[in-house]
């Protein structure tokens, strides 16, 4: 089946811009991450939701990262007024969530954002 | 808090046996991961181990976790040109919600022909 898939690949930008990140997470996936890998760094944690519950936004590095997502399906990562030190590739994950204790996360490709 | 370290190169011939290397700081880690990251592409999950387990084996993949140390290894047996990638390790935990992971900084395995 699909995986789980990420637009646009490649965002340029320019500084103090905002811009707008797409997820699809794996059909039937509850739980949604998201993660931010700069270069040469391992990822760092930014946003989960899973189903209804209130997200767990304690990654989300300033006010200016957002994140929303519709039901179980797609989610959007917003960050506005971008700084060069956003520059990074930002990778979207999904996971099934079925409470036995493993929860296997299945990441998308990314997308890699130049703030100039 | 959390931390996990892994060294940042490995270069190896084909056909060779290849060992990376991670170590942790959470001594409440539930489950240990193994991500492969090709150029270009998103993390594939090769491998997991859960923490009350010492070995796991899966094809040429043999994972050793020695929890008194918090050391986790990856060995990769008859290394192949394929096999050239970034290789992270990450961890979950209680503490941290089990749903979420913390990484290594990964290690670029060169696989030489």
């Known amino acids: 089946g699909a995986g789980v898939s990420q637009s646009p690949s490649n965002k340029v930008t320019e500084k103090g811009k905002d811009v707008e990140l797409r997820c699809d997470p794996i059909s039937g996936h509850t739980a949604l991450y998201w993660y931010r890998q700069r270069l040469g760094q391992g990822l760092e944690f930014l946003i989960y939701?899973?189903?209804?519950?209130?997200?767990?936004k304690s990654g989300l590095p300033s006010d200016r990262f957002s994140a929303e997502r519709t039901g179980e399906s797609v989610s959007t990562l917003t960050i506005q007024r971008t700084q060069q030190e956003d520059s990074a590739v930002y990778l979207c994950?999904?996971?099934?969530?079925?409470?036995?204790?493993?929860?296997?996360?299945?990441f998308g490709p990314g997308t890699r954002l130049t703030v100039l | 808090g959390e931390d996990v370290e892994q060294s940042l190169f490995l270069s190896v011939r084909e056909g060779d046996s290849s060992v990376i290397n991670c170590t942790y700081t959470?001594?409440?880690?539930?489950?240990l991961y193994w991500y492969k990251q090709e150029p270009g592409a998103g993390l594939q999950l090769l491998t997991y181990i859960f923490s009350n387990m010492d070995m796991k084996q899966d094809q040429r993949l043999t994972v050793l976790l020695n929890k008194k140390d918090k050391h986790l290894s990856l060995r990769i047996a008859d290394t192949q040109t394929g096999d050239s990638a970034i290789y992270f390790c990450a961890e979950s935990s209680p503490d941290a919600g089990s749903y979420q992971l913390t990484f290594g900084k990964g290690t670029k395995l060169s696989v030489i022909p």
């Open positions: 939701f899973q189903g209804n519950s209130a997200p767990d």
């Open positions: 959470d001594s409440s880690s539930t489950y």
């Open positions: 994950a999904s996971s099934s969530q079925l409470g036995l204790g493993q929860d296997t996360q299945y």
